[in-house]
């Protein structure tokens, strides 16, 4: 079954923008925080942004701050990624996650178990 759903993903030029969105289950719609990562072709999986679901406060890598933005609907348990001023580096498939944990595992992607499939974001130079 369908957990979280990813979309909004696409090809971009260099200084673009795209929001991608992230569609929350039942199941997953009580995880305290949630957060987009990335991976890039060979490398690691790397926390992007992150938002505690309850209060709204979130949390960037320093790769994005300042040019991407994390927030949620409360009304349809969405969670979305602005993404400006899009730079070539920010090339990579990204994933939403979530988890079922009474603490918030913030970038530690081994903690969390809910995921979606990847939307591909590719920036242009």
């Known amino acids: 079954q369908e957990q979280l759903v990813e979309s909004g993903g696409g090809s971009v030029q260099a200084g673009g923008s795209l929001r991608l969105s992230c569609l929350a289950s039942?199941?997953?719609?009580?995880?305290?925080?949630m957060a987009w990562f990335r991976q890039a072709p060979g490398k690691e999986r790397e926390g992007v942004a992150l938002?505690?679901?309850?209060?709204?406060?979130?949390y960037y890598a320093d790769s994005v701050k300042g040019r991407f933005t994390i927030s949620q609907d409360n009304a349809e348990n969405t969670v979305y990624l602005h993404m400006n001023s899009l730079k070539p580096e920010d090339t990579a498939m990204y994933y939403c996650?979530?988890?079922?944990?009474?603490?918030?595992?913030?970038?530690?992607?081994?903690?969390?178990?809910?995921w979606g499939q990847g939307t591909q974001v590719t920036v242009s130079s």
């Open positions: 938002i505690f679901t309850g209060r709204g406060v979130t």
């Open positions: 039942e199941y997953t719609a009580l995880s305290n925080c």
């Open positions: 996650a979530a988890h079922s944990r009474s603490w918030c595992p913030l970038f530690r992607s081994i903690e969390y178990n809910y």
